[in-house]
């Protein structure tokens, strides 16, 4: 999270950075209150604990997982990427395109 914030603040304005941090500490809250809100993802994944958030107002989701009284942060992306192909695969990249 501190990556997006850097990166929010040095691309785009301090205003939205503060945003995220903010909205970003509010769900990691209530997820420390209430961890099993978030739901399994809708595909299939290697990952059998793993759940997500939605950090509100924002488009960054937060994939994480329970294990007995521990949560786990495993990533936050951005919900616009490819996140099944980032969790499952570990490609960062987008798909090369072909002509």
Known sequence: MARIYAYMATHYHLDA???????????????GKHPY????????????????WV?????????????GDDLSIERVLDGRR????IMELGIEDPPEETD
């Open 17 to 31: 950075a503060d945003h995220f941090r903010l909205q970003a500490e509010k769900a990691l809250a209530q997820l």
């Open 82 to 85: 490819d996140v099944h192909r």
């Open 37 to 52: 809100l978030g739901p399994h993802p809708g595909w299939a994944t290697r990952h059998q604990r793993l759940r997500f």
């Open 55 to 67: 950090i509100s107002r924002t488009n960054c989701i937060i994939y994480y997982e329970i294990s």
